[in-house]
Structures are given as C-alpha cells and as structure tokens.
C-alpha cells in the first residue's frame, strides 16, 4: 500500500490503525516466540501470571472479536474458562505449549487478514456487541473502536511480559 | 460531540482516536492519582522501576511529543536525563512527588486540549520528527501514528503499574 498509490484521507486513517494492529501483536509474538516451553511457564514477576496464562488469555480475548468483527464463530471458546473467567493456577491448562503457539498464529493471522481488506467503511461499522441503540447515540463505537481498545490490552500485557527476565524485546 | 452532531468518516476516525487517548491517560491517572507520595516510591516489581519513575518516564516522552506534534517548544527537557536516558536508581529524583503529578496534568491537559480541536486534516499531518522523504514514501508517518504509538507506550506502563501491590484499578 505503501509508496504510489495515493490515499484518500479515510484510507489514510484506516492503514494507520492497522499498522498499529500489526505492529504491537508482532512485538508481542517476538516477546515469547524464542522462549523454551519451560520458559513460558515462567511468571512475569513473583507471585504474578505466567506467560503462558497471559498468552492464553489474549488468544481467548482474541477469539471473541471474531464474531464481534462480523467475521463468523470463534475457533477457541473453550479457552475462556481457564485464561479469562478464572486466574492463572486455578485450572489445570486445557491445552499444550505448542498448541496455544499455533492458536496464537491461527487467531491473529486470521484477524490481520480480514482487517487487510477491511475497507474505512467497514472500519467504522458498528461492533456486534454494541447495540443499533447505543451506536446511534455513540456512532465511535465501532470496529475501529474495538481494535484500539484491543491493540492497547496487548500493550498493556506487553509491558508485563517485558518484566520476565527470560524476555527480551528489541 | 456525541448524540445529534453527525460526523463525516474522517471525523469519526479522529474522535475515535482521540477518545483512546482520553480512555488510556485517564486509567493510567487513575493507577497513581490515589497513590501516597509514600507509595509513589514503590517498585512496580521486585527490583523493578518505581512507579514515580515511570510516572517521569510518560512526562518526559509526552513533552517530547509538542513539538512533534507541531505544538511548541517542550515544557520538562530537563526531565529527559533522569527518566529516559538513564535507568531507575541512577540519577537523584530532579523534581518532588508533588512537582511530579503536577507536571502530569499539564502536559497531558496541554496535549488533551490540543487534539480536541485538531481537525482530521491536523491529525494525518507529518510529524515533525519525520523528514518531506520519509512522509512522502509512507504518508502513514503522521501525528495520528505519533499519538497512537504513545497511547501504546502508556498502555505498555499501566500493564507494569497494575502490578504494584498498592494499585488499584477499576
């Protein structure tokens, strides 16, 4: 999209948000992608959750844009119980290291996609979890509204992962 | 803005934009505003930063942003030195708790009010710290890029403020 082609402002707008997108989940993948599966049982810092909990936990917040984007049924709802509902150690995990990898990939691959086309329409489309009520009254609660919000909990668990020593974030 | 006005796309673009900046300061203000001065010398962590080094952390990277965003000249450079050069414990505190939360609100009340009446066309503008060049090659290097980087970097620290034993967020 970059260098010739002229962009409309919306456009201009839209890119920009998804280049946010992309660039704080990448930040995050490369926060725990060279971590052991030992290391991702490590906790952030003492007393606090494990990598594999927060990971866990972003994967399953993930998964409900799904349907709150318009883009079809969620792929890990079994995921909520043990990294959303309850706090890390109160559930045995559901699901292996590698598995929760792949998960990971599988969910944000298939978000950046359909954002890819997202057009600055579809953007501003109103969230499936927000009521025709309440966007009337409010018309930013809209998709874009949702991925800000969702693009600021992945900094905000950024920020902790970062504080586990086995981390290193360039 | 809300109820009956009715925004162009671009419009609604920047007022979501501006409202992800109200919601991610005012939760950060909301993590160290009720904090003793006592507890604003707490770590985060165990041999973590201090929460009021990463409260001088957020000024002086917001102070930075005035110009950048094409809105004067800095307020706090002298805060660069001990809470962006150099890490926690290294440098004597330059300024008092109290100086401290002040210099909070008026850096960020200053940036509030600016992009409140920023207009879309102010928000896609270059930012100052990108070269004609670079912008003309990727016209996404612009203030709204600047803001919504920041607004990362702020979710980033409220993850590590969240931590501390005192905090405590709604």
């Known amino acids: 999209v970059k260098g010739q082609v002229i962009m409309t402002s919306e456009e201009l707008f839209a890119f920009t948000a998804l280049n946010s997108w992309k660039l704080v989940t990448g930040r995050f993948e490369q926060g725990f992608a ?42 890990y709802p079994n995921l909520d119980e043990p990294f959303v509902t309850n706090p890390d150690g109160t559930i045995p995990d559901p699901i292996s290291v590698s598995d929760l ?43 874009l509204q949702l991925i800000l919000n969702c693009v ?11 504080l586990a020593k086995s981390v290193q974030l360039t």
């Open 152 to 162: 600021n909990h992945i900094s905000l668990h950024s920020g902790q992962l970062v």
């Open 34 to 75: 060279a971590l052991t599966d030992e290391q991702m049982g490590n906790r952030v810092a003492p007393g606090k959750n494990r990598i594999l909990y927060i990971v866990g936990h972003l994967i399953a917040v993930h998964d409900r844009m799904i349907p709150r984007l318009g883009l079809g049924e969620r792929l």
């Open 101 to 143: 990898r792949n998960a990971w990939f599988e969910i944000n691959g298939k978000l950046t996609e359909a954002l890819e086309v997202f057009t600055p329409e579809d953007w501003l489309r109103k969230r499936s979890d927000v009521t025709d009520e309440d966007y009337a009254k409010d018309p930013s609660r809209s998709r």
